[in-house]
């Protein structure tokens, strides 16, 4: 189903499971903002800060909470999350894409590699010894799949994706152009004053259902494997270092970087530009918010922060000043509490 096979309002809210209100026959071809859709498109209401946007909107019908609906003259479809359903919908007006079974005559494939012949490799892609490819799956242009691989089922593999080796993909993994999985994790020992790299001997394994990000990059364990459990989403630009392993449905911001060996669990949400320091644990059902370093380990859900809020450079460097005296004033009021007992 794509905007040329348009659904009628009743046809989408059965699809939906949801309860339509006003014209079954509006015939809708896309999705929309509140603003910005037009008679043959459906948009949606989720906060009611934007309430006042209905009355103008043209979308052909727009998907609310009931809440939302009273004196709303025109068709809607009532949900109690909006924004989950708006997701539903426009998933079905703009589908993932569908493998073309072959093999493009520009890519190359190891004699030892096993492609399923209802998957798609695309041109310039390059897959080596022992990998598969299993059916459904689409390997974008110029991807590269090294030795020892493994793409799940229904995968997709949009252009431009790495994986170096040892990486197990799960069915219906989505990975964006520039990701890099199974690269060499961060393992050195220092020796008569000189580096020495630790053979990375692990591997990548990724749960069905997950999504990574663009440029973002998981490094391959040192010994055991790195893990994403099924469903986690990951942004652009993130790093996950070695042996680091995610719990199941646990969503990541742009810029985050998880230092090796930190497990986190599941149902998290770290926000942009956070850090998570090595060796420690989060549990389950915990929000880390945006620029917030986690350097140690977290065993109670929650919501946690450390990053300090944007403010005027004349503010930030008179406060920057206090903090260096900050131990000095500890001290004193110490000693003056003494000096009371």
Known sequence: MDASHPLTTAELAQRLGLELRGDPAVRLRGVGSLEGAGPDELAFLSSPQYRARLAA???????LREEDAAGHVGTVILARDPYAAYARAAALFHPR????????????????????????????AC?????????GAIVGAGCVIGEDCEVGRDCELVAR?????????????RIHPG???????F????????????????????????????????????IDDTVL???????????????VHVGAHTAMAGCVGVAGSARIGRYCMIAGAAGVAGHLEICDHVTVTAMSMVSQSIR???????????????????NAARLRQLDGFARRVIALEREQE
């Open 57 to 63: 909107t043209r979308a052909g019908a727009v998907l």
């Open 97 to 124: 894409a569908v493998a073309r079974p072959g093999i493009h005559p520009a890519a190359v494939v190891h004699p030892e590699a096993e492609i399923d012949p209802a998957a798609e490799i695309g041109p310039l």
């Open 127 to 135: 897959i080596g010894a022992r990998s598969r490819v299993a059916a």
């Open 161 to 173: 994706v790495t994986l170096v080796t040892r990486v197990r993909l799960g069915a219906r993994v």
């Open 179 to 185: 990701a890099v999985l199974g690269a060499d994790g």
């Open 187 to 222: 393992g050195l020992a220092m020796d008569g004053g000189r580096w020495l790299n630790v053979p990375q001997l692990g591997g990548v394994r990724i749960g069905d259902d997950c999504e990574i990000g663009a440029n973002t990059t998981i490094d391959r364990g040192a």
């Open 229 to 243: 459990e099924e469903d986690v989403r990951l942004d652009n630009l993130i790093q996950i270092a070695h042996n």
């Open 300 to 318: 109670e859900p929650g919501e946690y922060s450390s990053g300090i809020s944007v403010m005027r450079s004349r503010d930030w460097r008179r």
